[in-house]
Structure formats: structure tokens, C-alpha cells
T-cell receptor
């Protein structure tokens, strides 16, 4: 079955870069997503990447995909206190049903 | 623009009581609709999804059910709540054939 794993916690200093990692097991995964969840709120879609891409950049966000190792990462440049949240990685085969990781809590310290 | 609403925002219910959570989407037609549950400190688990009125697919066998009485309305129900039903329930939508799911604000359910 599908499985998505993430580390539970990451702490970075304000202004540094954050790298959040994710591994998945299903080689059929076609779409890979990053969502952000602030306390008590729903999930905000940050970005997604197709499995035939290696990298996608969107302003301060860079997504890297290593399909061979089934490894996905999200880099946040110049991390700000407003970036403190839980970040979820998710994968989907057809873009309909998503399988989520357990989330990585990012803490940004001043 | 499209918006998704969930009601209520928070709910405290005793064990054995019924449940009805509502999700509505505005600004689009014939969306795919999803119900997820997020248990404390855990990721999201897909419960139900629907590709059209009256079409419901269940992902996890449990005492919950879902219905889609109108194109942009998705309802999550239970006849008798269990303690294990506590969690954060999230509704999501996407346009058919588009690979981006957008989430509502969620309903926090506490079963006592």
C-alpha cells in the first residue's frame, strides 16, 4: 500500500533556509504535493509537482523530486516567522485521492 | 472565485449521539468532493469522496457515512458517535480533471 513519511519536527532560525523532506513508497505516484496548515486551520495548497519533473520553483519555495529514491523536498528560502506551521507532503496516482504524510512541524526562532 | 465552507466550526457531542457535518462549495460546478479526518498529531485520512450527486465512494469502513444531495453540498453523518470519532474533519474539492485539491476550514469534533 501507499505510505508517505516525514520527520516530525524542524527548527530553523529566521532568515535561514528550511528544508522539509518526504519519502513515499508508491512508484506509481504521479502527483506530489506540499500543503501548509496553520494552527486550527484547514490546509493550504503550496505547490505540487508532476513525477516527470525534477524541480519546481515558486518564489521562496523550491520543490525537488528524486523519483529514483522516491524522495521529495520543500525548501523555503529566507524563512520567516509566518512560515511556522505544519507542512504536509501528499502523493496521488491520478490526482484525485491523496495520501498524506504525518506532517512536519516547522518552528522558526528569531 | 471559488470558496468552500464547513459548518459547524466546532462541535462537542456525547457518545452515541448522531452527527451531521456540512460542506458547501461556491463558484464552481460538478466538483469532486472529499472528506478527510485528521486525528490529533497525525496526518489526514481520506474517508469519502464523490465525483457527482449521489455518487459516494468509501475509503475506510467505519460508522460514518456521506451523502451528496446537491452538486455542491457534501454531508458527513453518523447515527451513533464513538469516542474514536473525535478529530478534525476537513472537506476538500477539486475540479474534475484538475489535480489541485482545496480544503475548507475544518470542523473540530470532540466526542465525550
Amino acid at each position: 500500500g501507499e505510505d508517505v513519511e516525514q520527520s516530525l519536527f524542524l527548527s530553523v532560525r529566521e532568515g535561514d533556509s528550511s528544508v522539509i523532506n518526504c519519502t513515499y513508497t508508491d512508484s506509481s505516484s504521479t502527483y506530489l504535493y506540499w500543503y501548509k496548515q496553520e494552527p486550527g486551520a484547514g490546509l493550504q495548497l503550496l505547490t505540487y509537482i508532476f513525477s516527470n519533473m525534477d524541480m519546481k520553483q515558486d518564489q521562496r519555495l523550491t520543490v525537488l523530486l528524486n523519483k529514483k529514491d522516491k524522495h521529495l523536498s520543500l525548501r523555503i528560502a529566507d524563512t520567516q516567522t509566518g512560515d511556522s506551521a505544519i507542512y504536509f507532503c501528499a502523493e496521488s496516482i491520478r490526482g484525485d485521492k491523496l495520501t498524506f504524510g504525518t506532517g512536519t512541524r516547522l518552528a522558526v526562532r528569531p | 472565485s471559488q470558496t468552500i465552507h464547513q459548518w459547524p466550526a466546532t462541535l462537542v457531542q456525547p457518545v452515541g449521539s448522531p452527527l451531521s457535518l456540512e460542506c458547501t462549495v461556491e463558484g464552481t460546478s460538478n466538483p469532486n468532493l472529499y472528506w478527510y479526518r485528521q486525528a490529533a498529531g497525525r496526518g489526514l485520512q481520506l474517508l469519502f469522496y464523490s465525483v457527482g450527486i449521489g455518487q459516494i465512494s468509501s475509503e475506510v469502513p467505519q460508522n460514518l457515512s456521506a451523502s451528496r444531495p446537491q452538486d455542491r453540498q457534501f454531508i458527513l453523518s453518523s447515527k451513533k458517535l464513538l469516542l474514536s470519532d473525535s478529530g478534525f474533519y476537513l472537506c476538500a474539492w477539486c475540479s474534475s480533471g484538475v489535480y489541485e485539491q482545496y480544503f475548507g476550514p475544518g470542523t473540530r469534533l470532540t466526542v465525550t
